[in-house]
């Protein structure tokens, strides 16, 4: 789940026309037509107005998972979702996870042998780990299948199917032991 | 639990061969890196326009008239471009063959020169989405695709062609007449005659023969599905032209720009940052859009930037080949004669189906046929109004294999012997005798991990049944690997640099696109290996991953799994220069020469006064603080050494009732010849799986027959594995053979899904007891072999 941190600049007067959208922490205004047309999607709005470029667009049909952010604690393709219709919603894009964060660790540090590594080419790999990441807030322990439930609405080209699953195990228990130590 | 590999006895890594994880996986993981699509954003590039280009509707037309005076109405429409305008019409002629996929070559000596059958911008168009006609720019990619809708073009449509086999008939309408009256490409110099191989008598071989097997095998227009669409940005609003791009190589592209809009190469600079991918995607040349988004910024004074959809990324792909292949043998499996035949399937452009069709074949006889006494390959490259083919992971290596490893299977069956033992008997290479080494050992390896001798049928189809209605079975394929050193003379000269700095870390110049595919990694763990006296590991090495032609030596060409090892032979040579500058530096500090010193981890000393010594940081941090530098471009190693083998193993469940084939387990084995990067490797090996298994089961281009047009490109109907779709997958690294050099490595990633489709395919047959040639095998394919359909 997005953390709501301190010193958000919180709007209670939105004009008639604003859209509000809380994105990584922060809410954003923006003015209906002038900031974001009606055809507007939540990909085109994050990347190409405000810079968050660690979600790809590779399909721009919902089909490839590289565009995947988190909105109010669920996985959702932003390529899909009108950027009006995040109005008044919580966005975490990858640029919103701590830089410790024990998916992306577990899916950098992934070299078991046997399964190669999590990632190669890298385009793919913000859209998992953000699934990877809404999977573990909502089931910390997963099975496999599960796993392989959660994440088949990804594509990774170069493969890293087998590494990605090792990382998402080694996550939940980072995740696991994090909890015990606290 | 899976183990890690066996390195050979008495290597003594320190870092080369590790399990770890990628230089760049941190970035990676946070999504930091940059690809083309994020580097040239508007807030970048404020005056950014957007480029757009007419598409044919068509799978064989021309313009007959064009108007685009609506489209230059449209408000945010800056310019709009005919084929009909001076800076288009006075562009030579081009093709693909700016480069053979490894060096950088002129246009005088780029490869299929009596093919120049493309035109930056023209008026004529030979499949469905066929770039031609006129170029917008605008301020919005919405408005610069509004405006192509706006331009009235009035098309004169031609009869057109999608198979190859009709497209060889009499009357058949012609694609590129101008170039062949048959839609056969004729004989040119790099691919050689119709039969480009006739060694022996083949025909006297079959006459000695026992046995002799024939069938047909068809590949098919796989795609090499990037998920990073192509993209360019060009900068030519002085007499300056910048590109930026995901191509897999800067080298190149300058020349290709440079010589095409005679520029001097000092006056065009290609910046590549990280690409999504690759897989053998498109090749200089085959990229016109470079050129038009150029004339587009120089006309409009703004940066142009011109991105692909993913409808429109589906621009290259697999050569589609329909193989036919013999096979004569003794009875005790001594092959006596092999011939080949195949049919191409080119498309509407040249572009590389010769290399696919002839080169890569050619490569393969020359090894592995090497102890066979009569063999004959002959091919057709045929044009057709379908998508391109061209270069894709495995080029031409990935068909031929479909029907090799089937004659293999079959002729086994035939003469009641274990294909394994067929293999180890017949093939090996030019500079061994057999039985092969690395072939044995792959095949016997991958036949131990799949369980071979409990597993296979002794009946094809005979085995138990489960569930009811499943059977299981096993199969496997084998093919040499093309890509050790010897194999890359063609590259020339690999430059490589290492910037030592005073506190004794490292730059690293060793150029090349990153794509993904490991070699980044390799190199630095290899530069750590040659430089380990400075008593360094790899957090002291900078890789530089942004190639500037400007800034950046020539990059190493991303193909042909070859970088990995190339750059890290060069960069041992330049560690030694390295070194002999550190003694160098130091012989008035220890009042020696530098004959008598050495350097053990980080470490100076005198080799007879032990204790007479300093250390490299203390050394380079006197005087001026000037880093040691040192490069070197050298040619690659000649030297023939053979190459090492790589085979899949598969275990399928075929229901016989549905016609599904379900994929249980693929073993896939590669000898490295020396592994570089365990991690890496074993991604390479489980990663082309995707790829192979597509290929085999699901992935394929469909066309309306009636209009031409293609169906399915976008990824919900091309159909990608994913995590559900793949089976276990064991990866075994081996380090049998080796090559020249140091190292003596050998390229893997390619070949890892070479194999995949024909051991997939055995293993239906062991499985179900009827033989299916044709991929993709869809379940209906497998109901009409049961006569079920």
Known sequence: MPKSSKGTQEIYATPPSGIKIKINGCWHNFEAERDITPTMTLSYLLREKLGYTGLKVSCDEGACGACTVIMDGKPVLSCMILAVEANGHEITTIEGLQKDDPVVEAFAEQCEPGYGTALQCGICTPGFVMSTKALLDENPLPTMDEVKEALSGHICRCGCYAGIAQAVMHASEKIANKGDES | ?789
């Open chain 2, 1 to 789: 639990m899976k183990q890690p590999y066996t390195p050979r006895a008495n290597s003594n890594r320190k870092f080369v061969g590790g399990y770890r994880p990628r230089i760049d996986a941190w970035e990676k993981a946070r999504g930091k890196v940059e690809y083309v699509d994020d580097i040239t954003t508007k807030s970048r590039f404020p005056d950014l326009l957007y480029a757009k280009v007419v598409r044919s509707p068509y799978a064989h037309a021309r313009i007959k008239k064009i108007d685009v005076s609506r489209a230059e109405q449209l408000p945010g429409v800056i310019t709009v471009m005919t084929y009909q305008d001076p800076e288009f019409t006075s562009l030579k002629p081009t093709n693909a063959g700016w480069t053979d996929g490894v060096d950088t070559v002129s246009y005088d000596r780029k490869m299929w020169a009596d093919f120049n059958d493309r035109l930056v911008l023209g008026d004529y168009a030979c499949w469905v989405n066929d770039e031609v006609g006129a170029v917008v720019a605008a301020e919005s990619e919405e408005i610069a695709d509004e405006a192509i809708r706006l331009i009235d073009i009035e098309w004169e449509v031609y009869p057109f062609v999608l198979d190859p086999i009709e497209a060889m008939k009499q009357g058949a309408p012609l694609v590129h007449p101008e170039i062949t009256q048959n839609n056969v490409l004729p004989p040119e110099k790099m691919g050689g005659e119709d039969v480009f191989l006739d060694k022996g008598d083949v025909d006297a071989g079959f006459s000695e023969a026992d046995v002799v097997i024939e069938d047909t095998s068809i590949h098919h227009n796989a795609t090499q599905a990037s998920l990073d669409n192509w993209c360019c940005l060009v900068d030519w609003t002085d007499e300056k032209l910048t590109l930026y791009s995901n191509s897999f190589e800067a080298d190149q592209s300058r020349m290709h720009i440079s010589q095409m809009l005679d520029l001097p190469l000092h006056k065009v600079k290609v910046v590549s940052s990280y690409v999504g991918g690759q897989f053998g995607r498109g090749d200089t040349g085959d990229q016109p859009f470079f050129l038009f988004t150029a004339m587009l910024s120089k006309k409009t004074g703004h940066p142009v930037k011109f991105k692909h959809t993913r409808h429109e990324s589906f621009h290259d792909s697999r050569q589609p080949a329909i193989y036919y292949g013999k096979v004569g043998a003794k009875k005790d499996g001594t092959i006596t004669s092999l011939y080949f035949k195949s049919i191409g399937n080119t498309g509407a452009y040249t572009d590389h189906s010769i290399f696919a069709l002839k080169f890569a074949p050619l490569e393969i006889a020359e090894v592995s046929f090497a102890p066979i006494p009569n063999v004959k390959l002959e091919s057709y490259a045929v044009y057709t109004n379908k998508l391109p083919a061209c270069m894709m992971r495995g080029v031409g290596n990935s068909q031929f294999n479909l029907i090799w490893a089937h004659l293999i299977d079959l002729l086994a069956e035939k003469l009641d012997m274990d294909p394994i033992d067929l293999c180890i008997k017949n093939f090996g290479h030019e500079w061994e005798t057999l039985p092969d080494k690395s072939l044995t050992e792959v095949l016997k390896q991958g036949a131990e991990k799949i369980g071979w001798n409990e597993k296979r049928n002794s009946t094809p189809g005979q085995g138990p049944t489960y569930g009811r209605t499943m059977k299981r079975g096993v199969g496997f394929s084998l093919h040499p690997a093309w890509h050790a050193e010897w194999q890359e003379v063609r590259r020339g000269h690999i430059p490589v640099s290492i910037t030592l700095n005073a506190d004794c870390t490292v730059i690293l110049d060793a150029p090349t696109v990153e794509t993904g595919t490991g070699s980044n990694t390799c190199n630095v763990l290899g530069c750590a290996e040659a430089l380990s006296f400075l008593g360094i590991t790899t957090e002291d090495i900078h890789w530089n991953h942004v190639v500037n032609t400007e800034t950046s030596l020539k990059d190493c060409v991303q193909t042909d799994s070859a970088v990995a090892y190339l750059q890290s032979e060069v960069i041992v040579t330049v560690a030694k220069e390295i070194k002999k500058q550190i003694l160098e530096r130091a012989e008035p500090v220890l009042k020696a020469k530098s004959k008598e010193l050495d350097i053990v981890d980080g470490r100076i000393f005198v080799r007879k006064n032990l204790n007479q010594g300093i250390s490299v940081k203390e050394l380079l941090f006197q005087g001026d603080l000037v880093p040691i530098v040192a490069m070197t471009s050298r040619l690659v190693n000649a030297e023939k050494t053979g190459v090492p083998y790589f085979a899949n193993f598969a275990e399928v469940e075929v229901d016989t009732d549905t016609g599904k084939v379900n994929v249980l387990h693929l073993v896939v084995l590669n000898d490295c010849g020396t592994v570089m990067f365990a991690s890496g490797a074993e991604a390479q090996q489980v990663g082309g799986q995707v790829m192979g298994l597509g290929e085999a089961l699901t992935e394929e281009i469909i066309y309306d027959e009636i209009t031409g047009v293609p169906l399915n490109f976008n990824f919900i109907d091309y159909k990608i594995p994913t995590m559900a779709d793949m089976p276990e997958i064991d990866p075994i690294l081996l380090e049998i053979w080796k090559g020249a050099g140091e190292y003596g490595a050998c390229g893997i990633g390619e070949g890892t899904l070479t194999c995949t489709p024909r051991a997939i395919l055995n293993a239906i047959y062991n499985a179900i007891g009827v033989r299916i040639n044709d991929i993709p095998i869809k379940p209906e394919k497998v109901l009409r072999a049961l006569g079920k359909a």
